[in-house]
């Protein structure tokens, strides 16, 4: 199953959207999708919504067996990251997803990079999160982490939060420290 993952992730690098190569992998995922693991998913996923097929039944059942089974929590930092994501922007968001989306954040907040809270935080008010405990969770996050940040990755953080920002009503103001 990762083979299939990594075979399609290099035709997105090719900037190649083969149908028969994605037909072909929509079958198989079709035909039994819990036979694909954690990385597995998520690269499937990110690979399917950059060859623009966001809407694609495969890709659907891909996500929606892994947030069935419990999966998520099992998650890395950018798994979580590329999920939310993919979700986002085919904007397919429901309560199910985003109730086990924030449940394997609460359990992996460590495990988050700058990079993974930055695409986070541009997807969960795309997801209609309005959650303000997750976000300060991930600001808080964030800060403990800049001092290991590159100054472009604290940038693009910053640009996340600020654009943000005024969507979270119960999230008066961004922690100072990291407590």
């Not at 419990?70 to 990251?81: D, E, K, N, V, Y």
């Not at 109730?99 to 993974?116: F, H, I, W």
């Not at 472009?152 to 996340?160: E, G, H, N, T, W």
């Amino acid at each position: 199953e990762q083979n299939l993952a990594n075979l399609a992730w290099a035709f997105v690098g090719l900037r190649r959207d083969d149908p028969s190569l994605f037909d072909t992998l929509s079958q198989v995922i079709l035909a039994d999708p819990s036979i694909f693991q954690q990385q597995s998913v998520a690269t499937l996923a990110v690979a399917l919504a950059r060859v623009g097929r966001a809407q694609s039944p495969a890709l659907w059942s891909l996500i929606g067996v892994a947030v069935r089974q419990g999966r998520l929590q099992g998650f890395g930092g950018q798994a979580l990251a590329n999920l939310s994501w993919v979700v986002a922007k085919a904007g397919n968001a429901d309560a199910g997803f985003l109730d086990a989306l924030t449940s394997a954040l609460r359990g992996n907040l460590t495990a988050l990079t700058v990079q993974d809270i930055a695409s986070i935080v541009w997807s969960l008010p795309k997801l209609g999160c309005e959650d303000g405990a997750i976000f300060r969770d991930l600001a808080r996050e964030a800060v403990s982490k800049v001092s290991q940040s590159s100054e472009q990755d604290i940038a693009v953080l910053a640009r996340v939060f600020a654009a943000r920002y005024n969507n979270l009503g119960s999230l008066r103001r961004l922690p100072r420290g990291t407590s």
